[in-house]
């Protein structure tokens, strides 16, 4: 059986959505810093179970802006939350978007908390992160530099889209 | 009191009491009563419509204001339902208005006559619509080589029909064009405005809107105007008869009904408009030239055939099996002789693949021959069929040796052998021997011939050819040019034998001329040989008649004369007279000559 999800990434600028995706379909990683413009298009198929999972991922640029993401958000099917571990700030679009957007607490979501890899910029509390875990919360600390537990993240997500 | 009443009315009218509790709480309770309301509205409505139309009349009113109250308040689901509908309201009445306009150009259109016109009337009569519509449908100059059927809220690809293999990632494409539609519409424009087109190169995408998805349609070429309106009547379809299809996820890209549906809108034909009149002329005349072009060239291919199988099939020794083409050069393929001249073909325009054989070819056999006898330069071999005539000078043994070999040659069956023995090395050693001084002779010996020219000896010559008959008696003997000398006895005895009769002896007949000259010659020579002697002339008469010794003496002079004449030394000469016989009494003509002697 064949199925196509709309996934959507959504996070600060800079906070490493565009390297995670890279990471997840093409296992590459970038140095250098090229800011989204608009929405990026990957797509990549998973086998789950018998069901080959078409996994159409929107990269939306720029949450700063508000209400601009709306449109995109439309019909999603899974969220991937990108937040910053060096950058606590990161944390605060969990609460702009869920004020504007109440409809995507009900849409299967993973939290990735990235650049897990700067253990000396790291920031961000346990306590934060345990928060989001009580709410019953997959919450995946990731690299997209190494590729630390982002084809899990990814993978749980799709899981959760397809059951 | 009151209580004894109220026990007395429980006890008595304790069931109605109930009762109208229940209709009190069914009436005061709000829910309870609409429910119950409901159950009968619509039979109380059906009652209430009466003849008179105030039932109608009373509902008008708050029926306008609610619908002016949804308009305001739900535009857009009004729109949305209303959609489907209002777009086949629409086009009904344009629809008829085109065929008013079309029917007019049915009209103009009848009017032409040319042969794609009547081939497109054809094909209307066979497809029952209208001359003008094929027409339209003949000028068609696009195409529509993809449509992407895309949901409207999550930019998922619902269904995707397309001639283009090279479009793989067909759920990235819909998303972009999501993207797309909702970007420039979120940048540009108002939110109630939709994308319409965009354009790249050689390739439009149309896009047509519907509530529930979109239609992008991938289009190359320039649609004519109304294809607008029929891509939106299409995605109009596609909602009115597929809805379900459109929001059941599940079952995106496998509804094969809804393939077809959107896949006879593909548009992969592209046909040229030509309001004009082709010249067809170029094409007539392009397609000559090739068609002469094609034909000279598989006639001269042919011809090259025909010229190198004549060539091939001319020289004697070869078998030809196939002759083909390959790599530019002919392919011969057969048998060859090896002896066999393979000189008129040419290296560059020939390859051979072949096996040697024995040809019988008459001129093969002849070759052989003459190869076999190279060797002998005086022998010659003449082939008459099965038979060989070699002839020619060789020695015995060559003669063996020849006969052999040319047995041994393929096609030769009969040898007749007229080989002749070659003796001219014995003759030279027999001339030799015979004649070591040859003098003035010169001897020419070939084969079994001896030329002799010069002068020999009479005797020597004589005895030269009786030595090389015994030996030799086939030889050939040729003495032209040679003069055969005398010995000085047989000259002076040859003179002395010459009596030359001379009745006439004023005249010499042939034969007095003739034995006088050798006479002279004979002379000659003894000069020559410086042998001192006279020769004496002796004339004779019969003296019968006017005859007399002086007619003696007459001869004798008229012959020394002769002789003087002739170079012969006067001294030499003397002449005296035989007397007549007196008793001689007939004329006796054989006594009228003049003999010769020789004295010292």
Redesign the interface.
Known sequence: M?????VCLIGRFAVGKTSLVKQFISQQFGEKYKTTV??S???KKIQIDDIEL?M?I?DIAGFEQDG?YT??L????GIIWVLDGTEPESFEILDIVSKSMPETKDVPSIYFINKCDLLDEWVVEESAVNDLKKEDHIVLKCSAKTGENVEIGFNKLAQLMVN | MSNERDIIKSLLIKEELELLQTLREKVLSKDQFTQEVSQVLSGAVKRAQTNDGSFERALSQPIQKGVSRAFSDNKQSIIDGLMPIMGQLIRKTVSNSIKQFVSDINRTLELGFSSKALKWRWQAYKADITFAEMVFQKTIRYQVTEIFLINSDNGLLIEHVGTDDMLKDNDAISAMLSVIKEFIGDSLSSPDDDLQSAEMGGNLLFFAHGPKAFMTLVVKGSPKERFKSDSQKLIEDVHAEFSDVLVDENNYRENDELQRHLRSHLVVKEISDSTKKTNWLPWIAGLILIIGGMSYWAYSKQQKLKNITQIVNSIDGVVVQSITKQDGKFLIKGMVDPIADLSVLKKDEVTLETHPYISLDENIIKKRINATISDFDNVSALLEGNRVIVSGFVSQSESQKITNRLLRVAGVEIIINELTTDNSESIKALVNQTMPNKHDAVLKISHNEVSISGSINHDNYQRLISQLKKPFPDITVKSDGLEVLETTQGLIDLINKTTINIPSYKRGNEKEIEQLENVIKSLQLLVKRDIIMHLVLTGESDCQGYESDKHSQVRANTLKDKMIEAGIDANLILTEIKSCQSDLNNRQESLLNVSFMISN
């Not at chain 1, 064949?2 to 709309?6: I, P």
């Open positions: 064949k199925k196509a999800k709309k608009g929405v298009i990957s797509t078409s159409v929107w601009h449109h995109y439309r019909g999603v099917h």
